[in-house]
Nanobody, 115 residues
Framework: VQLVESGGGLVQPGGSLRLSCAAS????????MKWYRQAPGKERDFVAV????????NYADIVKGRFTISRDNAKNTVYLQMNSLKPEDTAVYYC?????????WGQGTQVTVSS
């Protein structure tokens, strides 16, 4: 199983970024996918989840209405569209899935929101 994030970078407050997570080594369409983030000196926090099947979604309250998670099962990729970014969104963003009893994380991609 491999999860590879991309799309992070430096953006000004109010700007947008789209993160991608390319998955391999498992049947992507069968599993829910999540995004987490970890700011310096803080714990890793849940951001968003998208289910398999119907693709239903759920978000942390702090990003609700600004972030959108989506998936493309044909490309084995999950996305996180981030709009109206704030300095407090600065963090390393991680892609995550759980297969049976095993947790899998990507290497993370840095998002910095600063003027």
């Amino acid at each position: 199983v491999q999860l590879v994030e991309s799309g992070g970078g430096l953006v000004q407050p109010g700007g947008s970024l789209r993160l991608s997570c390319a998955a391999s080594g498992f049947t992507f369409s069968r599993y829910a996918m999540k995004w987490y983030r970890q700011a310096p000196g803080k714990e890793r926090d849940f951001v968003a989840v998208i289910s398999n099947g119907s693709g239903s979604t759920n978000y942390a309250d702090i990003v609700k209405g600004r972030f959108t998670i989506s998936r493309d099962n044909a490309k084995n990729t999950v996305y996180l569209q981030m709009n109206s970014l704030k300095p407090e969104d600065t963090a390393v963003y991680y892609c995550y899935t759980k297969l049976y009893f095993n947790n899998y994380w990507g290497q993370g991609t840095q998002v910095t929101v600063s003027s």
